[in-house]
DNA sequence: CCTTCTTAAATGAATGTTCATTTAACGCGT
DNA sequence: ACGCGTTAAATGAACATTCATTTAAGAAGG
């Protein structure tokens, strides 16, 4: 039985560091806080990863890993396709937090090379499906890929404002509904 | 000739401020940057507003009154009203940006007084819509309100990643399209 | 019109605090 | 006993905020 392990500290402290960047962000993340979540000293946090701004990338990599393909597409029933990134997106507020954050602080960055791929699939797979006519052939596949996007999350963008307008159960069906008028040739 | 002139340095601190906002977020923004871009001295900000958070709230108060009613809901043509909500948001990107931080950042904020009325009036707008037949009645208004906005917003929203899909140009007929489909009856 | 007095505006260096990061010592497991 | 994992404390840079001082614009008085 290890008592000193590295690993399961490692692990900890990739997950104290979701919760904490997802409630402030990078800027406003504080190392000792972070620390005191994990159980670990904040020293520590040096020898895992390259400071903050190192704990940051490499939480946003784990996300990206583990989020693509999470949700494999299915183009012949986009409505419910939708509906399951948005059961996702709801099961794990925090990862959507995070990544809105990440947004925000990285603008600038270039999409990584696992998401840009995945979206090129997405898009094969609609085209395939307008040809077998289970998807309206009158648009683009991108259009139609970003509306299903959209509306996916829209209950992740709005705000307190917004959301309160429909009911946590609607919310659903709210997107799949909309997806199915929007994509049925 | 007034070479003093405090309100002309307040309005150049609050157009500096939102630059600064609009780029790093509240924790991320510099006093003595902000302060640099404004053309006065960091000191001066403390005899206009309550430190940086002061200025951030004031920064975000301003906006919401010049913003909300900027664009008033024609609710017997909501592809045309989504489709000016789109033309004002991309002609405002860094309002839109402070906007994504100030979400973030202020999260547990209540909805401000005018928002939730602005929002209010829209809902018995579209009732109206509803009742004269040109928007569809098998849904309830919130519901089409919240698939409107998320529609309009879409562009904000999406990174880099869904955005290079679709050319500027098409941007917001592929909003007004998308809203056409959803709201007639 | 000048000169002096008064008040407001503005500055920027000094202050004190907050925080990320480094360091040096400690002790567990082998 | 040795080396690695871990810590607590030390360090110092980065910042927000304060404040003593300077500068400018009127007001009062001659």
Same mark, same amino acid.
């Given at each position: 039985?290890?008592?000193?392990?590295?690993?399961?500290?490692?692990?900890?402290?990739?997950?104290?560091?979701?919760?904490?960047?997802?409630?402030?962000?990078?800027?406003?993340?504080?190392?000792?806080?972070?620390?005191?979540?994990?159980?670990?000293?904040?020293?520590?946090?040096?020898?895992?990863?390259?400071?903050?701004?190192?704990?940051?990338?490499?939480?946003?990599?784990?996300?990206?890993?583990?989020?693509?393909?999470?949700?494999?597409?299915?183009?012949?029933?986009?409505?419910?396709?939708?509906?399951?990134?948005?059961?996702? /997106?709801?099961?794990?507020?925090?990862?959507?937090?995070?990544?809105?954050?990440?947004?925000?602080?990285?603008?600038?960055?270039?999409?990584?090379?696992?998401?840009?791929?995945?979206?090129?699939?997405?898009?094969?797979?609609?085209?395939?499906?307008?040809?077998?006519?289970?998807?309206?052939?009158?648009?683009?596949?991108?259009?139609?890929?970003?509306?299903?996007?959209?509306?996916?999350?829209?209950?992740?963008?709005?705000?307190?404002?917004?959301?309160?307008?429909?009911?946590? /159960?609607?919310?659903?069906?709210?997107?799949?509904?909309?997806?199915?008028?929007?994509?049925?040739?």
């Amino acid at each position: 039985m290890a008592t000193r392990d590295p690993d399961r500290k490692r692990q900890q402290l990739m997950e104290a560091a979701l919760a904490e960047f997802a409630e402030y962000g990078v800027a406003g993340a504080r190392v000792d806080r972070l620390a005191k979540r994990a159980g670990i000293s904040p020293g520590l946090v040096y020898s895992f990863f390259a400071g903050k701004e190192g704990l940051f990338e490499a939480v946003y990599e784990a996300i990206v890993e583990q989020t693509v393909d999470a949700v494999p597409i299915d183009a012949d029933d986009l409505p419910e396709y939708a509906g399951r990134l948005h059961d996702t /997106a709801a099961r794990h507020p925090q990862v959507m937090r995070f990544l809105a954050w990440y947004a925000l602080e990285r603008a600038e960055r270039p999409v990584p090379e696992v998401v840009a791929r995945s979206m090129d699939e997405k898009i094969t797979a609609i085209e395939a499906a307008q040809r077998s006519g289970t998807v309206r052939s009158d648009k683009p596949a991108g259009e139609v890929l970003a509306l299903v996007l959209a509306l996916a999350n829209m209950w992740q963008h709005q705000g307190e404002d917004v959301g309160h307008l429909v009911t946590d /159960a609607q919310r659903r069906s709210v997107i799949t509904d909309a997806v199915r008028r929007l994509v049925t040739p």
